[in-house]
Each structure stands twice: as C-alpha cells, then as structure tokens.
C-alpha cells in the first residue's frame, strides 16, 4: 500500500537493524545460501522503493522487511520470505512481473503478483475494488497457499502501524480487518495472528470502548489473580495425583471477544469476565480424555456444555476438549484440554505446515478453497463472491450425519437445503423434501448437531428464488442463484420457440423450414449473436414473435427490429392459443394482481425482460392494456390436465367479535384450501375488512369454499378480489 511521502525521513540505521533481526531469524532454519538470496531481494527492493516514505516517516522498505520478519517468526520457506520483501514492487514501483521472474524466478514472482492488488480497475468503485482483490488474491491462494500468509502478515504489520493514520482511514482498514482478515486468519486456523488482529481492529474501529474497556479489565485482574492461582494449583495437585504430567496455563478472554458477549448477550463486564478460564496441556490423546475425567472429579461440570473437537475437529483443523466447571464459589470455570500437537495447530493454523510439516493442513485448507473457486465461479460479479465469502468465514459449526453415518460439518444455522447442497450440487437442485432422525421436515430446518439427516430428491424439481431465503452456507447460495440465471435462460428460449413455431405455423411454415442465409441475415440486423439469443429476447417478451416470424418468412425488403410503433400497432395475437400450465417457470408468471387461477378467462401480456404475464380476462389492468395498447398481448388458455394448487384472494366483510376468524379458517381447512396469508384493511366495532389468500386447486374448489363460507353467521359479504 503506497502511502505519502513524509518530510523528516527516519536515519537509514533501522532498515539496516531490520535485515539483521530478519536474517537471524531465517538463519534458525535456513541455509547461508537461502539467506544469501534473502539479502539479495531485500537489496533489490530497497532500490525499488529508493525516496519512498511511510506516513510515520520510516523508508517504505521497512514495512515489507517487517511482513518477513513477521513470517520468519512462522518459519516461511526461502521463496515465501522474499516474496515478502517484494510484495508491494509491483504494485508501487515500475518492476514489472517479468523482471522479477527473470530475477528471481517464476516462483517468487508469483507470489508477489498474487498479494498485488489490481490498480487497472477503471470505472470500479471503491467497494468493487476492493472485492476485486479479494477475488484474486483467493484464487492466488488455490495454487499457493503462501500468498494468504504473505498477506496476512502484511495486515498485521500496516496494523500495528495504524496510528499514523487519519481517523477515517484507519476505521475503514480496521473493518475491512474484522470483516475479511480476522476471520480468514480464524478460518486457517492461525489463532496467533486471529486474536492480534481482532485486538488491533477493535482499538481503531471504537478508540473510546477500547480504552474503557481495557482500563476495566486492568482493574478487575488485580482481584483475580489470588483465585487464579488457587485453581490452578488445585487442578495440578489432582493431575499429579492421577499419575499426569500435564502443563496448567490460566487464560484470559481477549478485549473484542469480551465486548462482543457484553453487547450481544446484553451482560455486564462483572458477568462476563467473572468467568475463568484454563487451559491443559497434555503428551497424548489419551491423556487428554484422562485429564477430562480428573476435573470433571475435582469440580461438577454443567451440564450441555461439553464439546468434544477432537474426535470432531472444526473446520479449521482446530482440536481440543472444552468443558465448563462449576469451581469454587459457583463460579463458572471454562477448561480446554489438547495435545501439545494440538497446541501448535491451534496456534498456528495453516502455518504449521512449515513449521511442523502437517501434510494434512494444507489437505484441508485445499479442500476449503477448491469450495470457494467453485463458488466465484458461480458469482455473477466479486461483490457476490465477497459476500459469499464473508458468509463462509464467520461460522461455527454443527455435526451431522448421513444415514450411512457419514459426517457432515455445517455452519451452525444451516437448513436441510444446505446439507443437499454439501452432499452434492445435483443434489441440492433436485432436492424434493427431506427427512430429520426419519421424520419428514421442510427444507428450511434449521440443523442441530447429532441428526441424521436424509434427502429426496426428484428429476423434476428445479431451484427457486425462495430457496435463497433458507440457505446459509455459500456453496448452496451460489448454486442456487447458478442454477437460477441458467434455468431462466433455458426457460426464455424454450418460451421463445414454442411462441416463435406458433406465428411460423399460422404462415404455413416451421422453424426448420427457415434458410440459414435467411437466419443469418436476420440475425445480424437484430444485432443478436445466435439463434438461441433470439429465442431468448422473445422468450423475455423483449421482441414479438408475430413481427419475428414475419421478417424472417419475408421473401424480399430489409430485416429490421420493429420499432416501439410498430409493437403498439400489432396486437401480438396468434391463432394457435398458448397452453399454460402454471409451472412453466421464472418466464411465465401469474399476475398478483388479479392471480387467475385454472377455470379462469385469461390472458397473456408480454413484460420486457420478465416474458409473459398471465391476467385474468376481467382484470382491471388486462383491460386497460388491451385499450391503450401500452402492452403487446397474446391468447392463452389453460391446460386441460393441471395438478397443482394456486393463490386465490378473496375479500370479506366480516362481523367484529371474537373468535370469527377461528371460525372462518376452520371452515377454509375444511374444504381443502390452505390459508396463505390474512391481511386486515378496515376495522371497527362492528365490522373488519379482512382479504384472505387460500391454496386452491381450480375456479371451482374456489367456488365451493367460497359458497361454505358465506353460509357462516358471522360472514356479512364475500367477494373474489380484483383490481
């Protein structure tokens, strides 16, 4: 990040201290020749950034010596340390890629361009930018994992070096910090970096509860040392009695994740950090579940608050054993119990990679990411995949299982539809309903750790846009919106030539029979790339088929689109009526106005870029489009065979008492229809307007529950609604 130039330079000696400190620390576990080509780099980008400044006034090639010295900390491989020194070169000095490359080799070249952000963003704003560079600094990420270590580390040096900047600034980069990087760092498991930055962002985003905050805690630490100290040695005398040699740390909660349980759980800071907290740190596995039982003998655990992360770890690789204790005084106790392997993970996360060689981080974080280039690939734009991702970092998880008791890790809050959507994308896009312990449960439930969860899928069930409503995880949302924008294409052109053969067989003549010379020219003047394009614009009701049919069928004069006249001048209509079954999709819609419903007189209107909207024929609207002609329109007609319910509102005058409406849903259930929705317009002491909506199958259920509910006393007028 480039910064402005300051006028007081800081003497050259710290940039100097910095290449010693960092090359000391590489030297733990590098080479002379690897720390050779780490002094090479940083000799290269000292001249790169030569007459740069930070705001604080440091050479700007301090800050890029500080993210090594950061990362060596980690035990960063030789290519990941001078990708660090050089990571801001290309983007705020004229080295280009190439030349790093030709210097350095591809490798660190590749990094450092992965970590850049993108400066050609032309026309962007500042929140498309930034979503930008989160969208390629992850899909960086999926070949090498160093590029989100390299920037982290970067986040956290220009954090702790945030005070040199305007107030505005540093609220902005502190809530991008807590809103992307803390939680990345949580996703990865790196809880060192997690917690310094979640710290960091929380004093430059509220400066003034920060302070209070701190200076709160300080004061009522004092106190609790004395009962600290008394626990610990208790819990270490049992364990040594029980033959464990164990190592017993006191912890405490840090300054955000306080704030955050005193605001969402409305508690003061006495309730909140009146709780203590251990951690026990054991050789083995075993000895973990061994030392569980001793505290759970030395104190009384209460009940519903144990979680056992080690035979299930969370998502992050994180694994330990939490329980909460009753301790001395009634005073909550929270325990953590892990190996020291467990420990270094913890810590560490996705680092541990190079510092303790587990092959199996960097299997699982791979898996992670392959998730989410599957779902930038399904977003339309990377403020949808930013979204997306946020939704993704900030979760905890539920356990659940398949019915051939395979685990399935969720977000905490996710619906049935999401464990579809884990199983398979095919799955979640034909998921008819599904089964909850084998109970049968709407795709909305909300999941609870333990249940066995089974799908029914069909061939015929297709997403809807409702499902968006009831889906948490990012995998599902983007599938689901996928699915939507290709079945909306697919729909319109499906539309588009069925409507298209209509008007081509009216002039005695099929799709087929049109020459592809005729096709083509026609295309070209419509400006349309392909046929299925066309198809398309008629399918979405943003060009007649009447007028296409006739400019392609025309035997001489020019092909030209039809002009707003010309569309108010035809009625559109065709010989051949459009069947409507009601469950042709996002192309054709059932008006809200009016909701016609099988047994109806109707007719079809199109609406540009939504297709055809269906009316009934004595809709106040229908009409007055039929005589301004503001809407080309088409005859329609209902299928002879429909199985499938629809909305129908009726409108009620009803007597003012209680337990009227009681008895009209009573009397609406007995014959078959299921209340949607009840909406109350007009009340007095006497008398309440109420319009109902009801599931009915046809005109005629309509009819038969209409006529047994203007039977009931306490039914004054019954209408169907209209425009």
């Not at 409503?469 to 939507?484: E, G, H, Y």
């Not at 009526?577 to 008006?591: Q, S, Y």
Request: some cysteine; glycine content about 6%.
């Amino acid at each position: 990040m480039t910064e402005a130039a300051a006028t007081v330079p800081i003497d050259p000696p710290l940039q100097e201290r910095l290449v010693e400190q960092l090359c000391t620390a590489a030297a733990a576990y590098l080479d002379a020749n690897q720390i050779a080509d780490i002094q090479r780099a940083y000799q290269f980008g000292a001249a790169g950034h030569q007459g740069q400044y930070r705001v604080s006034g440091e050479p700007y090639i301090c800050h890029p010596l500080s993210v090594a010295i950061i990362l060596a900390g980690m035990r960063m491989d030789r290519s990941g340390l001078m990708a660090a020194i050089l990571h801001d070169v290309i983007e705020d000095t004229s080295i280009t890629k190439e030349q790093l490359a030709e210097q350095f080799g591809g490798e660190v070249a590749e990094l450092v361009d992965g970590v850049s952000k993108l400066t050609q963003l032309d026309g962007k704003s500042k929140a498309e930018t930034q979503a930008e560079s989160v969208r390629k600094m992850f899909l960086a990420m999926v070949k090498d994992l160093r590029v989100i270590m390299v920037k982290l580390a970067d986040r956290l040096h220009n954090m702790r070096t945030l005070g040199a900047m305007l107030p505005e600034r540093r609220r902005r980069i502190a809530r991008e910090t807590l809103e992307i990087y803390a939680p990345l760092a949580n996703r990865l498991g790196i809880n060192k970096i997690r917690l310094e930055l979640e710290d960091l962002g929380f004093a430059a985003m509220y400066p003034l509860r920060h302070r209070v905050l701190e200076q709160a805690v300080r004061s009522a630490r004092g106190n609790r040392l004395e009962v600290v100290a008394k626990i610990r040695a208790a819990i270490e005398a049992r364990l040594i009695e029980h033959g464990l040699q164990c190592e017993v740390l006191g912890r405490e909660k840090h300054l955000l994740s306080l704030y955050e349980k005193m605001r969402n759980k409305h508690l003061t800071l006495h309730d909140v950090f009146d709780v203590y907290a251990f951690r026990i740190i054991t050789d083995s596995v075993d000895d973990c579940y061994r030392a569980l039982g001793v505290v759970h003998n030395l104190y009384k655990p209460v009940p519903g608050r144990f979680k056992d992360y080690i035979a299930l770890p969370k998502g992050n690789g994180y694994q330990s054993l939490h329980t909460v204790l009753a301790g001395p005084f009634d005073l909550p106790m929270e325990i953590q119990i892990r190996t020291r392997d467990m420990h270094h993970v913890a810590e560490s996360g996705i680092a541990s990679h190079w510092l303790y060689k587990s092959e199996q981080e960097q299997v699982r974080v791979h898996k992670w990411l392959r998730e989410l280039l599957e779902i930038q690939k399904d977003a339309d734009n990377s403020l949808e995949f930013l979204d997306n991702l946020k939704v993704d970092l900030f979760q905890q998880e539920v356990f659940v299982f398949t019915p051939k008791g395979k685990i399935v890790k969720l977000p905490r809050g996710s619906t049935l539809l999401d464990f579809a959507y884990a199983v398979h994308t095919d799955v979640g896009n034909h998921c008819l309903s599904g089964r909850i312990d084998r109970h049968p449960a709407p795709l909305q439930t909300a999941l609870q750790n333990g249940e066995t969860v089974e799908i029914i899928t069909s061939s015929w069930v297709r997403p809807k846009p409702q499902w968006l409503n009831c889906v948490v995880t990012a995998k599902a949302r983007s599938a689901v919106r996928a699915s939507l924008r290709n079945f909306q294409w697919q729909e319109a052109v499906d539309l588009g030539r069925h409507l298209l053969e209509i008007e081509l067989g009216n002039l005695g003549v099929c799709l087929s029979d049109i020459s592809e010379e005729r096709l083509r020219l026609a295309l070209k003047t419509f400006h349309l790339p392909s046929l299925d394009a066309l198809l398309e614009d008629i399918g979405l009701g943003n060009r007649l088929p009447l007028l296409v049919a006739q400019k392609l069928w025309q035997d001489s004069g020019a092909l030209s689109t039809p002009s707003e006249g010309e569309r108010g001048e035809t009625d559109g209509r065709t010989s051949s009526p459009l069947v409507i079954r009601g469950t042709e999709g996002m192309v054709v819609n059932l008006a809200r106005c009016c909701r016609p419903i099988p047994g109806d007189p109707i007719i079809g209107f199109f609406s540009p870029g939504k297709g055809i909207v269906i009316h009934r024929l004595e809709c106040n609207n229908a009409t007055d489009f039929r005589k301004k002609k503001q809407t080309s329109w088409l005859e329609v007609e209902w299928d002879k065979q429909i199985n499938r319910e629809f909305s129908a509102e009726i409108r009620l005058e009803l007597v003012n008492k209680r337990g009227t409406l009681a008895e009209v849903a009573a009397t609406i259930s007995r014959m078959g229809c299921n209340i949607e929705n009840v909406a109350m317009v007009n009340q007095d002491a006497q008398t309440s307007t109420d319009f109902i909506t009801i599931a009915v199958k046809d005109r005629v259920h309509l009819a038969s529950a209409m006529r047994a509910l203007r039977k009931l006393p306490v039914v004054l007028k019954i209408s169907r609604a209209k425009t």
